[in-house]
């Protein structure tokens, strides 16, 4: 079974300019979540889409936007890119066995830096 | 205010020995609390979980164990391998989503021989 996907791996970006990252899940998981993490914060949770609506929301700007396909592929937008948006980008899939949720597993992430 | 916290940044062990990694939480409304590892340029990746209704969980050289009183878990790892050196980050959610957890800022061990 192939994990989850991240792409690209590696972004670099100038001041005001947008970003799109994409996370392919796992297969059969309809959960996608998104997470923030810098050296000082460490992991800090952005979104959850289900079923191609947003389920959960972190505590980010509205610069900071998401979907979700009918096929569970997620996308994640920053607009007006600043400094501080340089992070990994880190996209975690769950699905369920059973009446049981699935933990989470995370791809390798997207390395923005933005200039 | 942070919900999670791991208050030891990092932690140095010898080879063979215990590794204890703490983790300190603030929501009783937390169920479910997991540990992740992490290596540099890699994503988390899932270690071990337990549940909110137990106080200990084990698997192979990792253990986890829960005290609710508290609203503290910890991780023992015994016994420890220089290919455990990694971040540990510990994690909690509430309600039955996996896709919304909170992380604490995470441990580095590091494992000598």
């Known amino acids: 079974k192939a994990g989850v996907t991240q792409t690209p791996r590696y972004l670099i970006k100038t001041r005001g300019q947008q970003v799109t990252l994409s996370c392919s899940p796992i297969?059969?998981?309809?959960?996608v979540s998104w997470y923030q993490q810098t050296p000082g914060q460490g992991l800090q949770f952005l979104f959850e889409?289900?079923?191609?609506?947003?389920?959960n929301k972190g505590n980010f700007p509205g610069r900071f936007s998401g979907r979700q396909f009918s096929n569970s592929r997620s996308e994640m937008n920053v607009s007006t890119l600043e400094l501080g948006d340089s992070a990994l980008y880190l996209c975690?899939?769950?699905?369920?066995?059973?009446?049981?949720?699935?933990?989470?597993?995370f791809g390798q992430g997207t390395r923005l830096t933005v200039v | 205010d942070q919900q999670v916290k791991q208050n030891s940044p990092s932690l140095s062990v010898q080879e063979g020995r215990i590794s204890i990694l703490n983790c300190d939480y603030t929501?009783?409304?937390?169920?479910?609390f997991l540990w992740y590892k992490k290596y540099p340029a890699e994503g988390p990746t899932f270690l071990i979980s337990?549940?909110?209704?137990?106080d200990k969980n084990e698997d192979g050289r990792f253990t986890v164990f829960l005290n609710k009183s508290a609203k503290h878990l910890s991780l023992h790892i015994v016994p420890s391998q220089p290919g455990d050196s990694a971040v540990y980050f510990c994690?909690?959610?509430?309600?039955?989503?996996?896709?919304?957890?909170?992380f604490g800022k995470g441990t580095k061990l590091s494992v000598k021989p």
């Open positions: 975690a899939s769950s699905g369920r066995q059973g009446y049981v949720n699935t933990e989470a597993f």
């Open positions: 889409y289900f079923s191609e609506t947003q389920r």
């Open positions: 994690a909690a959610r509430s309600g039955g989503s996996q896709g919304n957890l909170i």
């Open positions: 337990i549940s909110s209704i137990k």
């Open positions: 929501n009783s409304m937390f169920d479910y």
């Open positions: 297969s059969g998981h309809r959960s």
